[in-house]
Nanobody
Framework: QVQLVESGGGLVQAGGSLRLSCAASGIIFGSYDMDWYRQAPGNQRELVAAVTSGGSTNYADSVKGRFTISRDNTKKTVYLQMNSLKPEDTAVYYC?????????WGQGTQVTVSS
């Protein structure tokens, strides 16, 4: 069975930092593109950052320059380093693993940024 287990969410003041982790099991991790999504109340779930199986990264414009996605294929873990956090970053953050038409989701972790 596939599991994506997230950690690292919490409450932080504006300008602060958090690092989210997502540990995968049940997949050949290195074959999957890994993504971070977020969803705030009343909003659609949006792609925040992605790292492909080949190591290419891309980011939503709203987080570019502040967030960094990385992966450790040995640890089967993807990270999202979030710096210079803003209140508008407040959302539930979800880990996602994708292999072509296959996709798996983590349980979500709450990130709250206070002003």
């Amino acid at each position: 069975q596939v599991q994506l287990v997230e950690s690292g969410g919490g409450l932080v003041q504006a300008g602060g930092s958090l690092r989210l982790s997502c540990a995968a099991s049940g997949i050949i991790f290195g074959s999957y593109d890994m993504d971070w999504y977020r969803q705030a109340p009343g909003n659609q779930r949006e792609l925040v950052a992605a790292v492909t199986s080949g190591g290419s990264t891309n980011y939503a414009d709203s987080v570019k320059g502040r967030f960094t996605i990385s992966r450790d294929n040995t640890k089967k873990t993807v990270y999202l380093q979030m710096n210079s956090l803003k209140p508008e970053d407040t959302a539930v953050y979800y880990c996602h693993a994708a292999l072509r038409r296959y996709g798996y989701w983590g349980q979500g972790t709450q990130v709250t940024v206070s002003s």
